[in-house]
């Protein structure tokens, strides 16, 4: 008798590069109020975005920490800035935003996404990071937040000058009053389900590090979702 042997199949690996894991945070209606527009960058979609927001972030599929984010903010009607690190560089016309374009993305991949106005501390705009853990196919859990201050001239928060508490970050800024304890859990209840939807998809990750922004409306708006954070920040808050 022959034996017959089961053909293995392979399981299907999901990209983890921003855009695969915005996809899959827009899957979920109830997230869609907290995504900040975003596309493939293209030439028709920077200007299609910029026509309707007037600044722009454009981020590589894969990085960390910041690295080769680029702001392009219209200025006027044909002159834009693009600010890259505490950078800033005045051009005029289309045509010399892409020329510019070209040599910082260097070939690589990038997303474009709707620039969010931050609320702001001494006009320095701040984000939080929210950590979100599991155990094996436990629940979801927030077992950390802080706050990340943008170094002076910076357009990310990821060079951070200033470490914060959430709850003295929102005090500070000057936001739309809102009840500290009623935000943080709107902020905690948004990371929570989109760690779940995520955690559907990509079934081995048991740590998510959310950034989070909340704009001068006290919105809350799910700026990135960071598979593999830095635990150092949470570390460096709880000895000060």
């Not at 003295?168 to 902020?187: D, F, W």
């Amino acid at each position: 008798m022959v034996a017959i042997r089961k053909r293995k199949t392979k399981t299907k690996m999901v990209a983890q590069h921003k855009w695969a894991k915005f996809r899959v945070l827009k899957e979920m209606n109830e997230l869609e109020p907290f995504l900040p527009a975003t596309q493939k960058f293209r030439k028709r979609v920077l200007w299609d975005f910029i026509d309707k927001y007037g600044k722009v972030m454009l981020k590589p599929y894969l990085g960390h920490s910041g690295r080769g984010v680029i702001q392009v903010s219209r200025l006027e009607e044909n002159r834009f800035a693009i600010h890259i690190e505490n950078k800033k560089i005045i051009v005029d016309g289309k045509r010399s935003v892409s020329d510019q374009l070209e040599k910082l993305t260097n070939a690589r991949r990038y997303i474009v996404q709707r620039r969010i106005s931050l609320a702001e501390i001494n006009k320095r705009p701040f984000d939080i990071r929210v950590m979100v853990k599991r155990k094996k196919q436990s629940p979801w859990k927030v077992t950390g937040m802080f706050a990340k201050v943008a170094e002076r001239d910076y357009v990310v928060s990821n060079v951070s000058g200033t470490l914060l508490p959430v709850e003295a970050a929102i005090e500070q800024s000057l936001m739309k009053p809102v009840p500290t304890q009623k935000l943080l859990k709107r902020i905690k209840k948004v990371c929570l389900t989109a760690s779940k939807q995520l955690g559907n998809v990509y079934a081995a990750q048991n740590i998510i590090g959310f950034d989070i922004g909340l704009d001068h409306d006290a919105n809350v708006w799910i700026i990135e979702a960071n598979f593999k954070p830095s635990l150092r920040p949470l570390i460096l808050l709880k000895g000060t």
